[in-house]
């Protein structure tokens, strides 16, 4: 049971920033959230992560809401090459629990 | 960047048979991974290892499967008979932390017949 809940699927366009929505309505309190993407015939690769405050990277943004309960990635600038599935995973032992996930695709 | 690097990328057996998965995380890693993704389903916890020891795994990770780190750099994955079920990527991964980011492998796609 992954816990959280994504929409199945995003389109948004080359060059403007993409919001990933993320539902993690029963976390606990000492559950990091994990985002992840699979490109095709690939592994998953590590985006970003956080507990509380916001989280920033090279790759992307973590948004986390203040009780916690949800989270938005923000790809600020997106290009084709982000098109994956891209996970969000509460994390609370040594496991990471993958869901569906949302497929982005992005329209150049 | 690091890399975790995995072998075979893809093994072909017949059903019945052991295979070895064998992967090489980033050195400075102190947690592994094992995870398995069956065409078009998704993405499998297996087993957690640290300090040498299994830490945790799925209802998967029966008999039939085994990890061992014989050594300081390798990280391997038994398979003692292989079903045709067992067909899937595996994929290794590492962390350098519990709660840091994991880095996953490219997979090795095996193929049970």
């Known amino acids: 049971d992954a816990k959280t809940t994504q929409p199945n699927s995003m389109e948004s366009n080359e060059e403007e920033p993409v919001h990933l929505p993320c539902n993690h309505s029963?976390?606990?309190?000492?559950?990091?959230i994990h985002w992840y993407r699979q490109l095709p015939s690939q592994g998953p690769e590590y985006v970003i992560h956080?507990?509380?405050s916001n989280v920033n990277n090279r790759m992307a943004s973590l948004a986390i809401a203040e009780d916690r309960k949800s989270s938005t990635l923000i790809l600020h600038r997106a290009t084709l090459r982000d098109a994956a599935v891209y996970y969000c995973?509460?994390?609370?032992?040594?496991?990471?629990?993958f869901g569906q996930g949302t497929r982005l695709t992005i329209n150049p | 960047e690091p890399e975790v690097t995995q072998t075979p990328s893809h093994q072909v057996t017949q059903m019945g048979q052991e295979v070895i998965l064998r992967c090489v995380p980033i050195?400075?890693?102190?947690?592994f991974y094992w995870y398995r993704q069956i065409l078009g389903q998704k993405v499998e916890f297996l087993v957690s290892?640290?300090?040498?020891?299994?830490?945790?795994k799925s209802e998967i990770f029966d008999d039939q499967f085994s990890v061992e780190r014989p050594d300081g750099s390798n990280f391997t994955l038994k398979i003692r008979s292989t079903k045709l079920e067992d067909s899937a990527m595996y994929f290794c991964?590492?962390?350098?932390?519990?709660?840091?980011?994991?880095?996953f492998g490219s997979g090795t796609r095996l193929t049970v017949v």
């Open positions: 995973i509460r994390q609370g032992a040594q496991k990471l629990v």
């Open positions: 050195s400075n890693h102190l947690y």
């Open positions: 956080g507990l509380t």
């Open positions: 290892f640290y300090n040498n020891e299994i830490s945790e």
């Open positions: 029963t976390i606990s309190g000492t559950d990091y």
């Open positions: 991964a590492s962390s350098e932390q519990e709660m840091n980011g994991y880095t």
